[in-house]
């Protein structure tokens, strides 16, 4: 990239930055300091603010990036990735934003704590929400250090490196500092330039070929080098069975794995209802809803005007597809036009990737806080010394996340966090609903649930091919491969539930009667909510 292309972007980077510092400062010195007003931002948001915050929360990197630039490489099968993740909302409606508002107060501990014994229920819930977080938080890291490298004509290693610390350090700023308002603030800001960033690409990639969509997919298909197979499923998925089945497990994992995001179900708690959660989930498919659509304009606009080749040539995972679509649509290198239009989108990715960090080192030192440290001193922790705690929790996060960021940097960030759902899905959407609507539902249960689908996912990803045995993997040198599918999802979910059902069966004490009547009768009314 030119001079021109860094400075404008860096100096449109600067801005963003300093915006978001700016609403820091404004958060820290307009809060009181409780538990309520660092974790849900003193329950104050409208649900249309909220739905913007959880949008912001959702698009992430993996959207703007990593789905992109999947469908620019691999055409349909890249879209199944727009797909699952807006299908899962659906889930997300109906089964869980209204219950949980009314069950929980900060976390998804909260919520099977209930009707629990309290310790090994928060220790279990609390370990496998900061597991999820970590696997997010990577993508992110990732997706930043991808953009950089872009910015920077992709030869330097030690920018990628230092922009992964930078990243890494803003996200512990904004959440020590400002807590759930701070970073809800960040995130609508962030919605609102992604959506105008993506409907302005839309635009213009249609005003190419003259609002043609068909002729738009016909040179994509043409300069894929893959032609007609190109927008036909199975050219990542199709061939072999364990192909099929890893299709299989990532859709599992897409659809089922939102509703057990707890940087998502904290979201929850930021309004005042339960009501007022259920609107602004509605608020929220709105607008997931229309950038997803847009997201497969952008990917097949990348393979038509960009063409495959030379979006894996910048990137060999393909998270630079849309800031190089940018690029061309603006004039191509050195016109004013192509500078200023990738110097817009690459701020605006950048400004996804600080927003959506801070929501979830927010989600997951509220898990270490409320959950683990209070478990553990539940006699003796009074609700600064948690707040406290959150803040330590977030650099010792962010630490975790950025060594991890750096390990990973050469894999797609879309597929970080489809391991991301599948964790989820497997430890956290199992002991959820079987907490919600299951009467016989015991300690025992719920503990075996979580283990039983948290343990699986991580093993069955470490000895997977995306950690060893193939060029594109962690280690490419080393092959402990035994699992031949990259997303676990098809076979550690199952084995949540069954988990979950077998502890129950085989646990010694009964089901209390009396604490399920009074979540059943609170999580559908609303009786008792906090």
Known sequence: ???????????????????????????????????????????????????????????????????????ALFGYDGMLYSVGFLVAWLVVLLLVAELVRNCGRFTLADVIAARMAERPVRIAAGTSSVTVSVLYLVAQMVGAGSLVALLLGGSSEAARSWTVIGVGALMVIYVSLGGMRATTWIQIVKAVLLMAGAVALTVLVLVRFHGDFNQLLVTAAERSGHGKDFLSPGLKYGGDVTARLDFISLGLALVLGTAGLPHILSRFYTVPTARAARRSVVWSIGL?????????????????????DAVRTSNAAGNTAVPLLALDLGGGVGSTGGTVLFAVVAAIAF????????????????????????????????PHSEVAVARIAAGGIGAV??????????????????????VAASANLPVLLYSLFWRNFTTRGAVWSVYGGLLPAVLLVLLSPVVSGSPEALFPGADFQ?????????????????????GTVLSPEPPDAAKHAETEVRSLTGAGAV
Do not use: C
């Open 1 to 71: 990239m030119t001079t021109q292309h860094q400075t404008l972007a860096l100096l449109l980077f600067s801005a963003f930055v300093a915006a978001t510092l700016a609403i820091t400062a404004w958060a820290s010195r307009n809060r009181r300091g409780s538990a309520e007003e660092f974790y849900a931002g003193g329950r104050l948001f409208s649900p249309m603010e909220n739905g913007f915050a959880i949008a912001g929360d959702y698009m992430s990197a993996a959207s703007f990036l990593g789905i992109s630039g999947l469908i």
């Open 482 to 502: 035994l699992f031949p599918l990259q997303n676990p999802g098809l076979v550690s979910i199952p084995l949540g539930f069954l988990a979950g059902w077998l």
């Open 401 to 422: 996340a950025i060594a991890l960021g750096l390990l990973a940097r050469d894999l797609n960030v879309a597929f970080l966090v489809g391991l991301a759902f599948a």
């Open 288 to 308: 997931i809803g229309s950038f997803y659509l847009m997201t497969i304009v952008l990917g097949f606009g990348a393979a038509a005007v960009v063409g495959s």
């Open 351 to 382: 400004a996804t990737i600080l927003a959506v960090v801070a929501g979830i080192t927010l989600a997951s030192s509220a898990s270490v806080a409320h959950d683990l440290y209070a478990s553990l001193r539940r006699r003796h922790a009074k």
